[in-house]
């Protein structure tokens, strides 16, 4: 009786087993990229005077699956050589791992009246445009099952809606308090930041050119 109920057990145990190894094989299978709205994660980061990892960031989104890829759409000033040059050192740094694609777009200039005069501003324009290029193309192409979105901005909502009537999910991943509700609604998971920062905070940064001002971006974010 007693070895029935040992070898019982035993057969209990290897299902079990076997069973989280095919949970871990299928959720390898599913292919994952990232799309980063630089400028959107980076200005809430400032005004919490948090700071992240990115490699660790990406590590703790895919979470076992297969990451084939992370895109970061940030912006720089094209008439201020230093802001130019960070964000150039921000794109060697992350993209010679291989799996980060940082797409920087310059700055437009336009001009406003203040105080009678007129007087040249740099304003950020194109950074949704080319996220939703890039994810609605690479959906279309079947690049991925999933698109982990980091953004909270109602501008991304039509496009998440379209990718997913392409049979893909998106998970959405931002602090509550900034995102669109409607965003947060649309998406299939949603994923609070705070959560993630104590995982990919990054520890020991520091103003200046050193890699850890590279790599939370600040040389040329703003």
């Given at each position: 009786m007693a070895?029935?109920?040992?070898?019982?057990?035993?057969?209990?145990?290897?299902?079990?087993?076997?069973?989280?190894?095919?949970?871990r094989i299928v959720r390898y299978q599913e292919r994952v990229m990232i799309f980063i709205d630089g400028p959107n994660l980076y200005t809430t980061l400032r005004t919490l005077g948090q700071k992240?990892?990115?490699?660790?960031?990406?590590?703790?989104?895919?979470?076992?699956?297969?990451?084939?890829?992370?895109?970061?759409?940030?912006t720089y000033n094209p008439e201020k050589p230093d802001e130019k040059e960070g964000m150039e050192r921000f794109r060697r740094t992350l993209e010679f791992g291989g799996s980060f694609v940082v797409k920087p777009i310059p700055k437009h200039r336009k001009f406003i009246n203040e105080g009678g005069e007129r007087r040249p501003i740099w304003v950020e324009k194109g950074v949704d445009v080319a996220l939703v290029t890039d994810m609605l193309k690479l959906a279309y192409s079947d690049a991925y099952d999933t698109a982990i979105l980091i953004s909270g901005?109602?501008?991304?909502?039509?496009?998440?809606?379209?990718?997913?009537?392409?049979?893909?999910?998106?998970?959405?991943?931002?602090?509550?308090?900034?995102?669109?509700?409607?965003?947060?609604?649309?998406?299939?998971?949603?994923?609070?930041?705070?959560?993630?920062?104590?995982?990919?905070?990054?520890?020991?940064?520091?103003?200046?050119?050193?890699?850890?001002?590279?790599?939370?971006?600040?040389?040329?974010?703003?």
């Open positions: 070895q029935e109920e040992g070898s019982a057990h035993l057969i209990e145990s290897l299902e079990e087993a076997l069973s989280r190894a095919f949970e992240v990892d990115y490699f660790k960031l990406a590590e703790e989104l895919a979470r076992g699956r297969r990451l084939i890829r992370v895109y970061i759409y940030t901005d109602a501008d991304f909502v039509e496009a998440v809606r379209a990718v997913q009537e392409r049979g893909k999910k998106v998970e959405v991943v931002m602090f509550s308090h900034v995102v669109s509700p409607e965003l947060k609604r649309v998406a299939d998971a949603f994923m609070e930041l705070s959560y993630l920062l104590p995982k990919v905070r990054l520890e020991g940064w520091r103003e200046g050119s050193t890699r850890e001002g590279v790599l939370a971006g600040e040389e040329h974010q703003g």
